[in-house]
């Protein structure tokens, strides 16, 4: 079982609980493109300014942004030993660009399935908690279409280049889910 590792899942899958328990688990970094750039945002740097009205129409970050972005965050010492990363690659093109800077092969791409009612369900519940800006009905949609066209058909891209797949099923208690994580990865 290897240390370097996508978590791919639409929004509301639970896919940012999962990714960080399984980091904390596994004593690698979590790294959340979503978090980062909501911490930009927050901090408005020149990158949040770019990115917090994409973020608020439920669009994906202009490529080139996110990638510098991973990029300078994998160099850092603590992620030379594995990482978890959750929200990127979210496009073909994001995920060749990863390809070309990894020194270190990943070891797979773990993809949680959610029915898409339970999503909305979730997502709304989420918004109604959370107060997320981005997490309008419109956004959320939006969001939840973009990852069925773009980001889903990722796991395609990493079999055919030789990547290993780990296809969870989302449904159901955080506890329940995780141990189908571990259980998909043969860890605990
Ligand atoms: P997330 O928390 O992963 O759902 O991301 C929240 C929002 O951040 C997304 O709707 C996008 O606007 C932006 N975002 C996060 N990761 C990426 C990425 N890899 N590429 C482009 N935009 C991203």
Redesign the pocket.
């Known amino acids: 079982m290897g240390l370097r590792l996508i978590f791919l899942g639409p929004?509301g899958s639970g896919k940012?609980t999962q990714a960080s328990r399984l980091a904390r688990l596994m004593g690698v970094p979590h790294i959340?493109?979503?978090?980062m750039?909501?911490q930009a945002v927050a901090d408005s740097t020149e990158l949040g300014k770019k990115?917090d009205a994409?973020?608020q129409a439920?669009?994906?970050?202009p490529?080139d942004l996110?990638v510098a972005m991973v990029g300078e965050r994998l160099s850092q010492d603590d992620a030379r030993c594995g990482y978890i990363l959750?929200?990127?690659?979210?496009?073909v093109a994001?995920a060749r660009a990863l390809d070309a800077v990894l020194e270190t092969p990943l070891d797979g791409l773990v993809q949680l399935d959610v029915p898409h009612e339970e999503l909305m369900k979730r997502m709304l519940l989420r918004a109604e908690q959370e107060g997320r800006a981005?997490d309008t009905e419109e956004g959320i949609s939006r969001?939840l279409g973009i990852y069925w066209e773009e980001t889903a058909p990722l796991s395609d891209y990493y079999r055919e280049t030789g990547g290993t797949v780990y296809t969870v099923d989302g449904f159901g208690g955080i506890d329940e889910v995780f141990a189908r994580v571990a259980l998909a990865l043969a860890v605990e």
Not at 58 to 61: A, I, P, S, T
Not at 86 to 91: Q, W
């Open positions: 929004q940012g959340s493109t979503g978090e750039l909501r990115a994409i973020m439920g669009d994906l970050v490529d996110v959750d929200g990127f690659p979210r496009n994001q981005d969001r």
